[in-house]
Nanobody, 114 residues
Framework: VQLQASGGGLVQPGGSLTLTCAAS????????AGWYRQAPGKERELVAYQYANREIKYGDSVEGRFKISRDIAKNSLYLQMSSLTPEDTAVYFCRLMVGAISHWGQGTLVTVSS
């Protein structure tokens, strides 16, 4: 199983960005998957998570600004981010549960700065 996260970059405060996590060797369909982030000097935290039953949980700091979704046909997971602030600066990781095994992507850096 390989997860490839992409879409990070430099964006100004108030801007938007969409991250993509493409899977190979398995499928997102009917599996729990989500996005996490880790800022410098901080622990990795939940950003958004979609359970296999499609229930979604968002981190408190991104609720209402970020949206998680998936495209089964493209075997990809997305994170639409809007109203970005410097506090959103972090490396963003995607995670996919295959049975009891947790798979992680390599991370993509999002920098919010003017």
């Amino acid at each position: 199983v390989q997860l490839q996260a992409s879409g990070g970059g430099l964006v100004q405060p108030g801007g938007s960005l969409t991250l993509t996590c493409a899977a190979s060797g398995t499928v997102f369909s009917s599996r729990s998957a989500g996005w996490y982030r880790q800022a410098p000097g901080k622990e990795r935290e939940l950003v958004a998570y979609q359970y296999a039953n499609r229930e979604i949980k968002y981190g408190d700091s991104v609720e209402g600004r970020f949206k998680i979704s998936r495209d089964i046909a493209k075997n990809s997971l997305y994170l639409q981010m809007s109203s970005l602030t410097p506090e959103d600066t972090a490396v963003y990781f995607c995670r996919l549960m295959v049975g009891a095994i947790s798979h992680w992507g390599q991370g993509t850096l999002v920098t919010v700065s003017s």
